[in-house]
């Protein structure tokens, strides 16, 4: 089992900046991959980042060249660096962090945190 905790959204003005910060309750050395992803009102749930246990980052293309994803293992915490901030940025964020598996994979979630960028 492993817990996430986001932290470090709110308001913000567009132009502006915010870090997430996702802390896992154990080591994320082992974890396949660790995501970003958010969500609005009546909308799926969309990946914004993740990266790999070797450090191989994707983005969406919405957020390319604004968003930057890291981890730090020694921590067991996720970054999501967001600069430039648009309005259409607001959403509530999720951290998730994946272990592949033979069959199933396991999947974990934190609460979520919300972005909020005003115009």
């Known amino acids: 089992q492993v817990q996430l905790v986001e932290s470090g959204g709110g308001l913000v003005q567009a132009g502006g900046s915010l870090r997430l910060s996702c802390t896992a309750s154990?080591?994320?050395?082992?974890?396949?991959?660790m995501g970003w992803y958010r969500q609005t009102p009546g909308k799926q749930r969309e990946l914004v980042a993740d990266?790999?246990?070797?450090?191989?980052?994707r983005y969406a293309d919405s957020v390319k060249g604004r968003f930057s994803i890291s981890r730090d293992n020694a921590k067991n915490t996720v970054y999501l660096q967001m600069n430039s901030l648009k309005p259409e940025d607001t959403a509530v964020y999720y951290c998730?962090?994946?272990?592949?598996?033979?069959?199933?994979?396991?999947?974990?979630w934190g609460q979520g945190t919300q972005v909020t960028v005003s115009s």
């Open positions: 154990r080591s994320i050395f082992g974890i396949n991959r």
């Open positions: 998730k962090a994946t272990q592949v598996r033979a069959i199933v994979d396991d999947v974990y």
């Open positions: 990266i790999t246990s070797g450090g191989t980052s």
